[in-house]
């Protein structure tokens, strides 16, 4: 696959990190608001810097074990947010997506995982696409299901985070699940309405 990649969705785009975003990725990974939902405890500078660096080399690598993205707004390259795809075995991957507290609510974060489980089913021509979720992290859990995802289970004690292990939800889509048109929201709300009307 070529590198630098960008991807483009209808209200961010994706794109390869770089040592610039060092202050933007801080304000992120920095803020207990938003590390509260994910895997990993509030992080320093020097964390900062050293994630974008392990970003940057590990995308240049072959083959290419991940796609970590930043997420900025169309027309402004800002980082706003970080979306992964870890290949996590024969043509699978884990998704994970994180947005700045101050730009929640406004659709970017479930336009960047849309955009980048688009090109992994499209692209990359996986298989299977899969995000462990904290329980009580329901607009991340609404987000994944808008997009098709269905609930497979619980992961026991998953990670440890803000001193204490947290139980995961794990949710799934696989490739012959995702539209063709790339609109999962529309799919679903079809699939729904087809559902309610079978009653």
């Known amino acids: 696959m070529p590198y630098p990649i960008r ?9 390869e990190f770089s040592m610039r975003d060092v202050d933007d990725v801080l ?20 964390e900062a810097i050293a994630m974008i660096e392990g970003a940057v080399e590990r995308a240049q690598q072959e083959p290419r074990t ?20 870890g290949f996590a075995g024969v043509k699978a991957g884990k998704l994970g997506y994180a947005v700045a507290a101050e730009e929640w609510g406004r659709g970017y974060a479930t336009d960047a995982a849309r955009s980048l489980v688009a090109y992994a089913f499209g692209e990359l021509a996986l298989h299977r696409v899969s995000a462990a979720i ?4 329901t607009p991340s859990i609404a987000l994944v299901e808008r997009l098709g995802f269905t609930r497979e289970g619980v992961l026991r004690d998953h990670v440890f985070t803000n001193g204490a292990w947290r139980d995961s939800v794990l949710f799934s889509v696989l490739a012959h699940e995702w539209p063709a048109d790339g609109d999962p929201v529309r799919a679903v709300r079809e699939r729904d309405a087809h559902r309610r009307a079978g009653r």
């Open 7 to 15: 991807i483009t969705g209808d209200s961010v785009v994706l794109r």
């Open 27 to 46: 304000e992120i990974i920095g803020d207990h608001k938003v590390t509260a939902w994910l895997s990993f405890d509030s992080r320093s500078r020097d």
């Open 66 to 85: 991940e796609y970590y993205l930043a997420v900025t707004k169309r027309g402004d390259d800002r980082v706003i947010g970080f979306t992964r795809i």
């Open 134 to 137: 904290g329980p009580e992290n």
